[in-house]
């Protein structure tokens, strides 16, 4: 495992044991902001989570989980609530999408444990929020709140004061800003945010297994393509198929997993894939289609008592699955970066210092993968998948080594 770098204040900071506890806010009720509300009342912290939607719901679709992110879900005691849920792959694969030809397996199951101290999993979203929602509530139960949304803040001192749309004010010591990809607290704190269109559009979707004559495998497979590739995986215990598909494509800019999409459409971008692929685009009850933004690393992500995490701090795209971890990775963080302090912001300055390098490298990263998997050609097919095959049969130790930085880093 890769070393990895405190976010504890300098020494001298923390004092006895405070009287009564310190109170955070956080705005959204999401992956990020449930993990963070999570780690802090581990710590000690009366949390408030603050929820815009009128109730938890069935939202999003598959996740993947790699080792960085099981690791510190087993440290906020969450992964012994998911076991139901998850699906373990058996290993990853690579499929050219026109015939389904595998080109490479590299098993998984058993070796994400051994190399990088964590499991490599794939849940829905719904049931994460769900399982994270739990282990909060019982530590604090009346923390999570639904239909409020928080609109701005100002600060008063060692205060912040959190504004909610309909007039309603709160008083905290610390505001978590997990509102997300389009955050209103982001707005305040480092004004307009500036993104650029990727030049390519992501479809997602769920479809359950008994509805299929040409499965899927049971692997996190990818599955190769002229300017498009897809992925899938199995969520709900195996039980479900997920579908992500990214496709070059101009004219599309509505940014937000939850835009609807027509199937048509999504038949037509993949037109030519494999059964399996096809099949899932033809039997899914809705689909999604979103732009993918690209957005610079931020300067900071604090503004004394307030804090930006996940989507709200580092939008990620999807092309290494790092979106929902990288926010599990800033919960365990912040909580570790509060431990005993008392002055906040400089434990938020060393928080950010913390987390800045390691998201910004994801995030590059996943930029650069997004398109490796875009060529429908023969010739460069062999040309880029030819040596992966090779790599994979002969050296399957090496091509592991390549995410150690990835899977072996983060908080724990």
Same mark, same amino acid.
């Given at each position: 495992?890769?070393?990895?770098?405190?976010?504890?204040?300098?020494?001298?900071?923390?004092?006895?044991?405070?009287?009564?506890?310190?109170?955070?806010?956080?705005? &959204?009720?999401?992956?990020?902001?449930?993990?963070?509300?999570?780690?802090?009342?581990?710590?000690?912290?009366?949390?408030?989570?603050?929820?815009?939607? @009128?109730? =938890? /719901?069935? #939202?999003?679709?598959?996740?993947?989980?790699?080792?960085?992110?099981?690791?510190?879900?087993?440290?906020?005691?969450?992964? *012994?609530?998911? *076991? &139901?849920?998850?699906?373990?792959?058996?290993?990853?694969?690579?499929?050219?999408?026109?015939?389904?030809?595998?080109?490479?397996?590299?098993?998984?199951?058993?070796?994400?444990?051994?190399?990088? &101290? +964590?499991?490599?999993?794939?849940?829905?979203?719904?049931?994460?929020?769900?399982?994270?929602?739990?282990?909060? *509530?019982?530590?604090?139960?009346?923390?999570?709140?639904?239909?409020?949304?928080?609109?701005?803040?100002?600060?008063?001192?060692?205060?912040? %004061?959190? %504004?909610?749309?309909? +007039?309603?004010?709160?008083?905290?010591?610390?505001?978590?800003?997990?509102?997300?990809?389009?955050?209103?607290?982001?707005?305040?704190?480092?004004?307009?945010?500036?993104?650029?269109?990727?030049?390519?559009?992501?479809?997602?979707?769920?479809?359950?297994?008994?509805?299929?004559?040409?499965?899927?495998?049971?692997?996190?497979?990818?599955?190769?393509?002229?300017?498009?590739?897809?992925?899938?995986?199995?969520?709900?215990?195996?039980?479900?198929?997920?579908? #992500?598909?990214?496709?070059?494509?101009?004219?599309?800019?509505?940014?937000?997993?939850?835009?609807?999409?027509?199937?048509?459409?999504?038949?037509?971008?993949?037109?030519?894939?494999?059964?399996?692929?096809?099949?899932?685009?033809?039997?899914?009850?809705?689909?999604?289609?979103?732009?993918?933004?690209?957005?610079?690393?931020?300067?900071?992500?604090?503004?004394?008592? #307030?804090?930006?995490?996940?989507?709200?701090?580092?939008?990620?795209?999807?092309?290494?699955?790092?979106?929902?971890?990288?926010?599990?990775?800033? @919960?365990?963080?912040? /909580?570790?970066?509060? *431990?005993?302090?008392?002055? #906040?912001?400089?434990?938020?300055?060393? =928080?950010?210092?913390?987390?800045? $390098?390691?998201?910004?490298?994801?995030?590059?990263?996943? @930029?650069?993968? $997004?398109?490796?998997?875009?060529?429908?050609?023969?010739?460069?097919?062999?040309?880029?998948? &030819?040596?992966?095959?090779?790599?994979?049969?002969?050296?399957?130790?090496?091509?592991?080594?390549?995410?150690?930085?990835? =899977?072996?880093?983060?908080?724990?």
């Amino acid at each position: 495992m890769s070393p990895t770098v405190s976010a504890r204040p300098v020494e001298g900071q923390a004092k006895a044991a405070r009287s009564t506890p310190r109170h955070v806010v956080v705005a &959204g009720g999401g992956i990020g902001g449930l993990a963070a509300g999570l780690a802090l009342a581990r710590g000690g912290w009366r949390v408030t989570v603050l929820e815009q939607a @009128a109730m =938890f /719901g069935e #939202v999003g679709a598959g996740v993947q989980i790699s080792p960085n992110g099981t690791r510190c879900l087993e440290a906020l005691g969450v992964m *012994e609530r998911l *076991e &139901g849920a998850l699906f373990e792959p058996q290993s990853i694969e690579l499929r050219l999408g026109h015939s389904g030809r595998r080109m490479f397996s590299l098993p998984l199951r058993e070796k994400a444990m051994e190399r990088w &101290g +964590g499991r490599y999993v794939h849940i829905h979203r719904a049931d994460l929020a769900e399982g994270l929602k739990d282990a909060l *509530e019982a530590i604090a139960p009346d923390a999570l709140t639904y239909g409020k949304t928080v609109t701005e803040y100002r600060q008063e001192g060692a205060r912040a %004061i959190v %504004i909610l749309d309909d +007039g309603e004010e709160l008083t905290c010591d610390l505001l978590v800003g997990a509102d997300g990809v389009h955050s209103r607290l982001r707005g305040q704190m480092l004004g307009g945010d500036p993104a650029t269109f990727t030049g390519m559009v992501a479809w997602r979707t769920t479809v359950p297994v008994d509805r299929f004559t040409s499965l899927p495998p049971p692997t996190a497979c990818i599955w190769t393509g002229h300017g498009r590739h897809a992925v899938t995986t199995r969520i709900r215990g195996g039980s479900v198929v997920n579908f #992500v598909g990214i496709v070059e494509e101009d004219g599309w800019e509505a940014e937000g997993w939850n835009q609807t999409g027509e199937r048509a459409d999504a038949l037509a971008a993949f037109d030519g894939f494999a059964a399996p692929v096809r099949e899932v685009l033809e039997q899914c009850d809705s689909l999604n289609r979103w732009a993918l933004l690209g957005r610079p690393p931020l300067p900071r992500w604090s503004d004394g008592q #307030v804090v930006l995490v996940g989507d709200a701090a580092h939008p990620m795209l999807p092309s290494l699955a790092q979106g929902a971890v990288q926010a599990i990775e800033d @919960a365990v963080a912040l /909580g570790e970066a509060l *431990e005993g302090v008392e002055d #906040v912001p400089a434990a938020l300055n060393a =928080f950010y210092k913390c987390r800045i $390098a390691r998201v910004t490298r994801v995030q590059k990263e996943s @930029a650069k993968n $997004a398109k490796m998997f875009h060529h429908g050609n023969p010739l460069m097919e062999a040309l880029v998948y &030819g040596p992966m095959a090779l790599a994979t049969a002969f050296a399957p130790g090496f091509v592991r080594a390549r995410n150690d930085w990835l =899977f072996g880093g983060g908080p724990l």
